[in-house]
C-alpha cells in the first residue's frame, strides 16, 4: 500500500503579519513627510523674522535721522506727510496707531501708511508720532512725555569751588514700523526714542 503524505494547511498568518508591517511603514512614511512639512514651514518663518526685524532696523535708523536731521524747534508742531504726525494718534487694540488722533476709535486700516521703501525683498512703511497730547506751545512739559535731566559739574579754580548745572529735556516720539513680506506677510515694530530740544 502506498502511503499519503498530507501536506499541512496553511494557515495565512504570513500575509496578516505582512500587512501589519506594511500598515507600520505607511504610517511612519506618512509621519516623515508631515515632518519635513513643518520643518520647513518654521524655517520659512524664521527666515521672514530675520528679513523684518532686519528691515525694521533700517527703518527705525531712518526714522532717527528724520528725528535728527528734519525736525526741529520751527517745525515740530506740524504735522508732514506721509508720516509725521506732531501729536499721539489713538491705537488699535494691539497698540498699532491710526491716523485719526488721540481718543478716537480706530483700525490698522484706517492709517495712513505714506509711501513704502523697499528694503530687500520687503515694503517697509514708518510712522512717527510724538507723544503729546494736544500740539504743545512754547513749553511742551504740559502736553508731551517728556525727560527732564539735570547734570551737575564742579571745578576747582584756585581756592574757590564752583558748580554748574545744565538742564536738558526731551520729548519722546513713538516710531512704528510695519514690514510686508511674502505671501501678504506683516510684521510691526515699535520704538520709543527721546529727541532733546
Not at 495565512?12 to 516623515?32: E, F, K, P, Q
Amino acid at each position: 500500500m502506498k502511503s499519503m503524505i498530507t501536506k499541512p494547511k496553511q494557515q495565512g498568518s504570513s500575509l496578516i503579519l505582512a500587512l501589519i508591517v506594511l500598515t507600520v511603514l505607511l504610517g511612519a512614511t506618512i509621519a516623515m513627510f508631515r515632518n519635513a512639512d513643518v520643518s520647513s514651514m518654521i524655517a520659512g518663518n524664521l527666515a521672514f523674522r530675520d528679513v523684518s526685524v532686519r528691515a525694521s532696523d533700517v527703518a527705525i535708523k531712518n526714522a532717527t535721522d528724520y528725528l535728527t536731521n528734519t525736525i526741529t524747534s520751527a517745525n515740530f508742531n506740524t504735522d508732514a506727510a506721509p508720516g509725521y504726525y506732531a501729536t499721539q494718534r489713538a491705537v488699535t487694540g494691539d497698540g498699532i496707531p491710526c491716523s485719526l488722533a488721540l481718543g478716537s476709535a480706530c483700525t490698522a486700516a484706517s492709517m495712513k501708511w505714506g509711501v513704502p521703501v523697499k528694503v530687500g525683498t520687503t515694503q517697509v512703511f514708518t510712522v512717527i508720532d510724538r507723544l503729546c497730547n494736544a500740539t504743545p506751545s512754547a513749553d511742551p512739559s504740559f502736553n508731551c512725555l517728556i525727560d527732564q535731566q539735570a547734570i551737575s559739574d564742579s571745578s576747582k579754580v584756585g581756592n574757590s569751588l564752583t558748580s554748574t548745572t545744565i538742564s536738558t529735556t526731551s520729548i519722546y516720539y513713538r516710531v512704528t514700523v510695519k514690514v510686508l513680506g511674502a505671501s501678504n506677510t506683516e510684521s510691526y515694530v515699535q520704538v520709543v526714542i527721546p529727541k532733546q530740544i
